[in-house]
């Protein structure tokens, strides 16, 4: 695509290389825009000559149609597309979600040189309406090859990008403590109700008990009989790993074991487990503290029933400092 000066009355159909103002600064037509015959008059009556323009070349695609066909291929779930001024498509996302990010995808995309991917963080939350992505080109036009080289590996690899619903989920919380499971739920139950709040939900139900290890499994017996769709055990005691009596009620129930110990500050001392597919999540210290801490990294993604595995969770180093 090459630029170059053309008179205002050969200029239809040609695209803007420059933006071009009004003598007293208001912006009369944007660069990148295609010249109608309505654009065409409206420049002679403010007494143009000239404008630069381009045009496509064989094999280029405009930098509109690359970035919606890029932002089509690229997502998948609650989000929608809109285009923007200046080779910009913006993806929004259209209920509460959390966003699933494919970051190595993401980082082949982004090593072209004519069309780039912004996107929210890997497990972030997203209510309604929220901006997640940008899809950017370089200005005007994309080589056509290059565009269908990135929307081939998008559909080989993808979906680059998820916003995955969070659907009314059904928490469950069991309030722990070695003398009396009601001290647990007074220390904690406020601080909860806050963090389950940012994510636009609340404690389906919730139990307390001491943690001695019949009462502790009869206990999460009952949890699970709910059918909730992730189970928070906020325990006032740092657990010593598997085997202390929350893991071991946890292993007789019939639960995997996950992961323990994440490269997260505060909230190294996590501890998941599955029950067939329910999470089971323990978080020594982090249920007092409204501050960030690692239950704010992995509840968006639980919440949307997603299942993160104990690869995902040793990945989180990276940014893993909070505070």
């Given at each position: 695509m090459k630029?170059?000066?053309?008179d ?5 159909g040609r695209?803007?290389?420059c ?11 944007s ?23 381009t045009?496509l070349?064989?094999g ?8 919606l066909q ?21 993806l929004f996302?259209?209920?509460?979600c959390?966003?699933?990010i ?14 780039v ?8 939350y997203?209510?309604?309406g929220?901006?997640?992505a ?6 005007f ?5 290059q ?7 998008i559909?080989e ?9 969070v ?26 109700r806050q963090r389950?709040?940012?994510?636009s939900?609340a404690a389906a139900f919730?139990l ?12 999460l017996q009952?949890?699970?009989?709910m059918k ?5 055990v ?12 929350i893991?071991r ?11 323990f ?6 909230g ?8 067939d597919?329910?999470?089971v ?11 960030p801490?690692?239950?704010?990294l ?10 993160i ?5 040793a990945?989180?180093g990276h ?5």
């Amino acid at each position: 695509m090459k630029a170059q000066p053309i008179d205002v009355r050969f200029s239809l159909g040609r695209i803007l290389c420059c933006t071009i103002f009004k003598p007293g600064g208001k912006k009369l037509l944007s660069k990148g825009h295609l010249l109608s015959e309505e654009d065409v008059r409206l420049l002679e009556t403010e007494g143009m000559n000239q404008v630069w323009v381009t045009q496509l070349e064989d094999g280029e695609v405009g930098e509109d149609n690359a970035v919606l066909q890029v932002a089509s291929d690229m997502g998948c779930g609650a989000l929608e597309t809109k285009l923007s001024a200046g080779g910009r498509a913006n993806l929004f996302a259209t209920e509460d979600c959390c966003l699933l990010i494919d970051e190595d995808l993401l980082r082949q995309i982004n090593c072209t040189a004519q069309v780039v991917i912004a996107t929210g963080l890997n497990y972030s939350y997203a209510k309604a309406g929220q901006r997640i992505a940008t899809v950017k080109s370089a200005p005007f036009a994309v080589a056509q090859s290059q565009l269908e080289a990135v929307s081939s590996i998008i559909r080989e690899r993808g979906p680059l990008l998820q916003a995955r619903p969070v659907r009314k989920p059904a928490v469950a919380v069991l309030y722990s403590d070695a003398v009396s499971g009601d001290r647990a739920k007074q220390l904690f139950e406020n601080i909860m109700r806050q963090r389950l709040e940012n994510f636009s939900t609340a404690a389906a139900f919730s139990l307390s008990c001491v943690e001695e290890p019949q009462q502790m499994k009869r206990t999460l017996q009952h949890l699970f009989k709910m059918k909730p769709t992730l189970v928070l055990v906020a325990t006032t005691t740092a657990p010593s790993g598997p085997e202390d009596v929350i893991g071991r009620a946890l292993d007789e129930l019939g639960c995997h074991l996950e992961r323990f110990l994440v490269p997260v500050e505060p909230g190294n001392l996590l501890m998941m487990h599955y029950k067939d597919e329910v999470p089971v999540v323990t978080a020594p210290g982090c249920y007092r503290s409204a501050k960030p801490n690692v239950l704010d990294l992995i509840l968006p993604p639980l919440l949307a029933r997603y299942r993160i595995s104990g690869w995902e969770l040793a990945s989180l180093g990276h940014g893993g400092l909070l505070g």
